[in-house]
């Protein structure tokens, strides 16, 4: 009866642990979650589908607009159709020299289905991304073909529990400029450490050839001494 229980308990306990871990690992993310600042980025907007009986026919991720993105395109995702948004800026972008005075706010897919149980990645490349920000929150809007609507839009907030639907958010991370420094200082050194390698090489190489090449003479000419011998011999026993 005591071991019963214990085993009930124990199921409860996990049911428990399965049903508020459930949302966690089932909203729309992005992936991968960092991206160095002021680089480009290609990222993936993975949609589950959290119903058991209805599929998911809309995924609509917005940019923030304090954040604009000079560069934003959506790649092909086979059976949906792709549209993009584009709005004026209040603060004209320059990129390259360019005056850029508007910017993508939203990428919206549609007309595929995610079925029950599975889930789809729509990849974007975006850049430039900022390099005066630690991370970039896209609100998400999900829609399914019972006509629910899931608003992923709510920004996690540090310390403090996780939403019931967090929006996806990009982490910027700091360039690692200094790594990339110190590699290319290093190169020149390994490039001149191979040069002279292959100098000492192809010294060595030459140095052989050249040894080669008076072995040979010098057997020619010793053959051509004996042929020479030979034949006055011969002239003399004549």
Do not use: C
């Amino acid at each position: 009866m005591k071991s019963s229980r214990v085993s009930a308990a124990a199921a409860l306990a996990a049911g428990a642990v399965l049903a508020l871990s459930g949302p966690a690992f089932a909203h729309v993310s992005v992936q991968p979650g960092d991206a160095p600042k002021g680089g480009f980025a290609t990222l993936d907007f993975k949609v589950p589908n959290e119903r058991d009986n209805a599929s998911t026919t809309q995924v609509e991720v917005n940019f923030p607009t304090d954040q604009p993105l000079s560069s934003v395109m959506p790649q092909d995702v086979p059976g949906w159709t792709v549209t993009v948004e584009k709005s004026k800026l209040a603060k004209p972008l320059t990129v390259h020299g360019k005056q850029i005075d508007e910017a993508v706010t939203k990428v919206t897919w549609s007309g595929g289905r995610i079925e029950p149980g599975k889930f789809q990645q729509f990849p974007v490349s975006v850049g430039k991304l900022p390099d005066n920000a630690d991370r970039m929150v896209f609100k998400a809007i999900q829609t399914y073909d019972n006509n629910e609507v899931v608003r992923w839009i709510e920004e996690p907030k540090e310390g403090a529990p996780e939403p019931q639907t967090p929006a996806p958010v990009l982490k910027l991370t700091a360039a690692k400029a200094a790594d990339a420094h110190h590699d290319d200082a290093k190169k020149p050194a390994e490039s001149g450490h191979a040069s002279e390698e292959g100098h000492t090489e192809a010294a060595t190489g030459k140095g052989s050839d050249t040894t080669a090449r008076v072995l040979g003479v010098t057997g020619i000419v010793i053959g051509v001494a004996g042929v020479a011998f030979g034949v006055t011999g011969r002239r003399r026993t004549s």
